[in-house]
């Protein structure tokens, strides 16, 4: 794959969930660290996304953003932990 198709599919990866991640990338993409790394690095030298001031990840800006609902699992597993008792 080439550098362009990598970084074409990092930003279709990220799109889906409004964010992007060096172990978010590792993950979806089966790419080591440092090449999730220098991707993440160029998404936000293109303006692609932003880093939050105390976050882990880096939020993919409103203008490339096509934000789809979170996964169902993430959403079910956030609910089960809100609720308290049985």
Known sequence: MTEDELIEQAKKVSRRVGYVSVSYLQRNMRIGYTRAA?????LVAEGFCEKEPTAWRYDVT???CVHT?????????ADSTNTAGG
């Open 62 to 64: 409103a203008e490339q």
């Open 38 to 42: 220098s991707l993440v690095d160029k």
């Open 69 to 77: 609902d979170p996964p169902s699992a993430l959403v079910s597993a």
